[in-house]
């Protein structure tokens, strides 16, 4: 089975891989480059755990096929802490203890900052929407939901990143 | 067994090597292929896929509009042309889930995903399909002989705008809020012509194998006034030569028991 070339950004830096054929991306992201940020969950859709931006916008890493993403930039988790600066929303996780096990939190990151990105300022129901993709068993998303209104509302302090 | 992937550029090209293999998936937005792929689905060993852009291209003229089978649920949301069918888009999956999942592949999501399916279903859609003579057939025949196998690439579905944009309503009933996978879903294009519905067209998501048409409801409406008599009779009738399915969700007797309730709740609901 023939590898394939694989070129994207990730988290701003260029990546070169090869790739196993109907190789997904998460497993790219996670074996391939070694962004261990991204978690497998279910592998259906249902979880929303493998959250990643391409180009911006929120995807499921586990359903994408790798070498679909061919010159496009990907954020991860990974990708959002400056140096030993945590971004305003990892503070805020933690400041709200949003994450119990933290088997979703990097969905939750990648979700809530897709939705800040498009809308600085969102009410309680759209993040309730932006993040009715990834599932929490632990918090029942109360802290969660919280954090990221948090995160937003502090925004202003800081350049949001 | 891995799959091999093959991409082309042409959506000709593609369809041709679709219609020669038996043993063939065409990636949409990866919702259905992938999550097949990393359950090491053995039903296909080879994924197709085209890197044409226009497969994605919504078009609109006169009162039909054209999407391609591309088109993602969030690119519904966002066409101004599509206002009608953004309710349902919405419906569909997380944001992550609406950004890669496609028109084209919801004709092929298997009970109980499909609402937007669903929705075509009421609208009469017609769907396109890719070939050396390309052609369009009615949603209906469509889904007939989806599971049986006939690899045919579906470039695109043409629908017809309501006139009234009242007269189309979706519901999507689901136990999980704010998003749930689908008890069931209902969508009803009813239009009114002196008062009358003329041309009731009802139909269902997750209560068939593929969504289905509430034969029995859209006759029990057709030619009356929409009043409380008329959708009474309508919920009687609501899963008359229905056979709905037992999952993980809800049982065939469930299903059942509460579609009469929900129907009734879209047909009375506040004109949009």
């Not at chain 1, 988290?11 to 261990?36: I, M």
């Not at chain 1, 919280?146 to 202003?156: T, V, Y």
Request: proline share 5%; charged share 20%; net charge positive.
């Amino acid at each position: 089975m023939a590898k394939k070339p694989l070129h994207f950004r990730l988290n701003g830096a260029e990546k070169a891989v090869f790739v196993d054929e109907g190789q997904n991306l998460l497993d790219v992201l996670r074996r391939g480059v070694g962004d261990l940020t991204p978690k497998y969950g279910c592998g259906q859709g249902a979880c929303g755990t493998c959250t990643v931006l391409v180009d911006g916008e929120p995807h499921l890493s586990c359903l994408t096929l790798a070498e679909a993403v061919e010159g496009r930039r990907i954020t991860t988790t990974g990708g959002l802490a400056q140096g030993n600066q945590l971004h305003p929303l990892q503070t805020a996780f933690m400041e709200n203890f949003a994450a119990q096990c933290g088997y979703c939190t990097p969905g939750m990151l990648m979700a809530a900052k897709a939705l800040l990105d498009r809308n600085p300022s969102p009410t309680r129901q759209e993040v309730v929407e932006a993040i009715s993709g990834n599932i929490c068993r632990c918090t029942g998303y109360e802290p969660i939901i919280n954090a990221i209104l948090e995160a937003a509302k502090s925004r202003g302090a800081r350049q949001y990143g | 067994m891995p799959v091999r992937v093959e991409t082309y550029d042409r959506i000709e090209d593609a369809a041709r090597a679709l219609s020669a293999s038996r043993s063939a998936r065409f990636l949409g937005g990866g919702t259905l292929v992938m999550r097949a792929v990393n359950e090491a689905d053995q039903s296909f060993d080879t994924i197709i896929r085209v890197r044409d852009a226009s497969l994605r291209d919504i078009r609109a003229e006169g009162d039909r509009v054209t999407i391609g089978a591309g088109a993602t649920m969030s690119d519904v949301i966002a066409n101004r042309e599509l206002a009608f069918l953004a309710p349902v888009a919405r419906a569909v999956g997380g944001p992550a889930v609406r950004n890669m999942a496609t028109v084209g592949g919801n004709l092929f999501a298997a009970s109980p995903y499909g609402d937007f399916t669903a929705a075509l279903l009421a609208l009469g859609a017609t769907v396109n399909l890719a070939g050396a003579v390309s052609r369009g057939v009615a949603i209906e025949d469509f889904l007939r002989d989806r599971d049986r196998g006939a690899n045919a690439l579906v470039q695109s579905v043409t629908v017809q705008r309501p006139h009234d944009a009242s007269a189309f309503r979706f519901l999507k009933v689901s136990r999980v809020k704010p998003k749930g996978v689908s008890v069931m879903s209902i969508a009803a294009y009813l239009p009114l012509s002196g008062g009358r519905v003329s041309g009731a067209r009802v139909a269902y998501g997750a209560m068939g194998p593929t969504p289905v048409h509430a034969v029995a409801v859209e006759r029990a409406l057709d030619g009356q006034p929409l009043d409380a008599a008329a959708i009474e009779r309508a919920a009687a009738v609501a899963t008359e030569g229905l056979d709905p399915p037992t999952d993980a969700l809800a049982s065939s007797w469930y299903r059942r028991q509460v579609a009469g309730v929900h129907l009734k709740r879209l047909l009375t609901a506040e004109r949009r």
